[in-house]
Nanobody
Framework: QVQVVESVGGLVQAGGSLRFTCVVSGSVFRFLNVDWYRQAPGNQRDWVATISTGARTNYAGSVKDRFTVSRDNDKNTVYLQMNSLKPEDTAVYYC?????????WGQGTQVTVSS
């Protein structure tokens, strides 16, 4: 069974940085593609970034060049480095570890960016 635990979010001023971790239990981590999503109040859950099993990355246009996703297979961990944060980045961020067609979501973590 795959369990996903995200680090605690935080409050940061615009222009600041935060780094999230997503720790995935189990022995299949290296076979998982991992996505980050976010959901602002009243909005749908939007895709932010993906890192594949081969560490290829893709980003939504709104975060490209500001966010960086990486993984450490030895630590079963995916990192989301968020720089140059904007108030519109305020949302609950979710990690999803995908094994084939099965999603494994984390509990979500709040990020608030003040102007």
């Amino acid at each position: 069974q795959v369990q996903v635990v995200e680090s605690v979010g935080g409050l940061v001023q615009a222009g600041g940085s935060l780094r999230f971790t997503c720790v995935v239990s189990g022995s299949v981590f290296r076979f998982l593609n991992v996505d980050w999503y976010r959901q602002a109040p009243g909005n749908q859950r939007d895709w932010v970034a993906t890192i594949s099993t081969g560490a290829r990355t893709n980003y939504a246009g709104s975060v490209k060049d500001r966010f960086t996703v990486s993984r450490d297979n030895d630590k079963n961990t995916v990192y989301l480095q968020m720089n140059s944060l904007k108030p519109e980045d305020t949302a609950v961020y979710y990690c999803n570890a995908r094994l084939m067609s099965t999603d494994n979501w984390g509990q979500g973590t709040q990020v608030t960016v003040s102007s």
